[in-house]
C-alpha cells in the first residue's frame, strides 16, 4: 500500500489565520523603529481580524465579533444565550455552528462545556452548551513571540560576542 502523503495545495483554511504584513495599514504600530513594542494594546476588533479576516471573510468577522463582544461583556453565555444571539441577529445556524464556532474554539479564543442531563421522566439526554472566554489563544501567540524573541537575541549576542573576539 501506498504511503499516505500531504497534498501542497497549501494550508486548509480551516487551520489558517490571517496575518497581514507588520507594516499593513490594517495594523495599528505595535512597536517603534528599535523594534521596542509599544504601549498600546489592540481591541477585539482588530484581534478578531487575525482569525476572520475583515477583507476576506467579511460576514464570518462580523458574526465572529458580535459574540465575542457578547461573551466578553457577560464572560459565560448558555444554551438559551447562544441561540438568542444567533437568532436575534438574523444569523444562519449552519454559519454559526459550523464555520465560526469551530474556528473560535480551535484557536483557543473560546471554552465550550457540555453537560450531559438525563430528563427523569422522558428518559432523554440533553447535551446544553456553555461557552466561555479562554485565554488560550494568548498564551499560544505569546509562546511564539517569545520563543522568537529569545531565538534573535540569542542569534544577536553570539554575534557580538564573534566581533570581540
Known sequence: ?????????????????YLP??????????QDKNETPTRNLWDIEEV????????YQPKYYEIA???????????????????????????SKATFYNRVLPRLKRVGMIKVERN????VESKRKFRPMRISLN?????????????????????RS????QMKL
Open 1 to 17: 500500500m501506498a504511503e499516505k502523503t500531504i497534498s501542497s495545495r497549501g494550508v486548509p483554511s480551516s487551520e489558517s489565520i
Open 21 to 30: 504584513r507588520y507594516d499593513s495599514p490594517e495594523l495599528r504600530n505595535f
Open 48 to 55: 478578531t481580524n487575525f482569525i476572520f479576516s475583515k477583507k
Open 65 to 91: 465579533l458580535g459574540f465575542l463582544k457578547l461573551l466578553c461583556e457577560k464572560t459565560k453565555l448558555d444554551g438559551e444565550d447562544i441561540s438568542g444571539f444567533v437568532k436575534n441577529n438574523g444569523i
Open 116 to 119: 450531559t442531563i438525563i430528563a
Open 135 to 155: 485565554k488560550t489563544f494568548g498564551n499560544y501567540f505569546m509562546k511564539i513571540g517569545d520563543s522568537w524573541l529569545a531565538i534573535v537575541d540569542d542569534a
Open 158 to 161: 553570539r554575534e557580538e560576542k
